[in-house]
C-alpha cells in the first residue's frame, strides 16, 4: 500500500516530441506529490509538485495531471530537448515521510 | 550560495565496519534529510532531522543513526555494515521542515562501497 508505481522504467523520445511517464498509488493518505530530476553525478532537483486539491499544474514545458479518483498521476514533458535527458523519479509524501518511484530514464533523440 | 556538501564523495569499507558521512546544508536551511539511493531499490527516505531533532524516520534498521548539530550540518552512522549498504547517500537540506512545505535541495551524494 505505500508503493509508488512508475513506469515506463526507460523512454526514448524525439526532440520536440512529448515525453509521458506515468504513476500510481494506493495509499489515499499521501497530500503531496512530487517529480523529482536527476542527472549522472548529481542529487535529484525537484521539477514540479502537485497536492491532491488540483487536477493540473503546469510550470514551462513541464505539467503534471493528477487524477485522484483514479490514484494515478502523471508528467508531461511538452516540446522534449535533448538537455531534458535524465532519470525522472516522482514520489508521494504523507506526514512528510516520502515514497519514491523506481524511476525512468528519459533520452530525448537529437 | 553555496550548495549542499557532502563529504566524503566516495567511500570503500569492509563489512562490519562502521562509517560517518557529512553533509553541510545551504546557509541558513535548518532541516536535513537523508536517502540511500541504489539500483535495487531506488530512492528510500532514511530521516529527517530539523533543529537538532529527528523529526521522520524511514523504515531502515537501527544500524542507520543520524544526528544534526547547532549549525544544522548534519551526520548519518551506518554501524556493522553489510554488503547491502552498498549505495548513494544522499543529503537533502530545506530551510523549514517537512519537504511538502519547501522545496529540498540535493547534494551530489556519498558513494559507498561495502566489500
Known amino acids: 500500500q505505500q508503493q509508488v508505481k512508475q513506469s515506463p522504467q526507460s523512454l526514448i523520445v524525439q526532440k520536440g516530441g512529448i515525453s509521458i511517464i506515468n504513476c500510481a498509488y494506493e495509499?489515499?493518505?499521501?497530500?503531496?506529490f512530487p517529480w523529482y530530476q536527476q542527472f549522472p553525478g548529481k542529487g535529484p532537483a525537484l521539477l514540479i509538485a502537485?497536492?491532491?486539491?488540483?487536477s493540473e499544474k503546469k510550470e514551462g514545458r513541464f505539467t503534471i495531471s493528477f487524477n485522484k479518483s483514479a490514484k494515478q498521476f502523471s508528467l508531461h514533458i511538452m516540446d522534449s530537448q535533448p538537455g531534458d535527458s535524465a532519470t525522472y523519479f516522482c514520489?508521494?509524501?504523507?506526514?512528510?515521510?516520502?515514497?519514491f518511484g523506481k524511476g525512468t530514464r528519459l533520452h530525448i533523440l537529437p | 550560495k553555496a550548495g549542499v556538501t557532502q563529504t566524503p564523495r566516495y567511500l570503500i569499507k569492509t563489512r562490519g565496519q562502521q562509517v560517518t558521512l557529512s553533509c553541510s546544508p545551504i546557509?541558513?536551511?535548518?532541516?536535513v534529510s537523508w536517502y540511500q539511493q541504489t539500483p535495487g531499490q531506488g530512492l528510500q527516505f532514511l530521516f529527517e532531522?530539523?533543529?537538532?531533532?529527528?523529526?521522520n524516520k524511514g523504515n531502515f534498521p537501527g544500524r542507520f543513526s543520524g544526528r544534526q548539530f547547532s549549525n544544522s550540518r548534519s551526520e548519518m552512522n551506518v554501524s556493522t555494515l553489510e554488503l547491502g549498504d552498498s549505495a548513494l547517500y544522499l543529503c537533502?537540506?530545506?530551510?523549514?521542515?517537512?519537504?511538502?512545505?519547501?522545496?529540498?535541495?540535493f547534494g551530489p551524494g556519498t558513494r559507498l562501497t561495502v566489500l
Open positions: 537533502a537540506s530545506s530551510l523549514e521542515a517537512g519537504m511538502s512545505t519547501d522545496t529540498q535541495y
Open positions: 495509499n489515499t493518505a499521501f497530500d503531496y
Open positions: 532531522y530539523f533543529s537538532e531533532t529527528q523529526r
Open positions: 502537485i497536492r491532491p486539491d488540483v
Open positions: 546557509s541558513g536551511h535548518r532541516s
Open positions: 514520489a508521494a509524501s504523507e506526514n512528510d515521510k516520502i515514497i
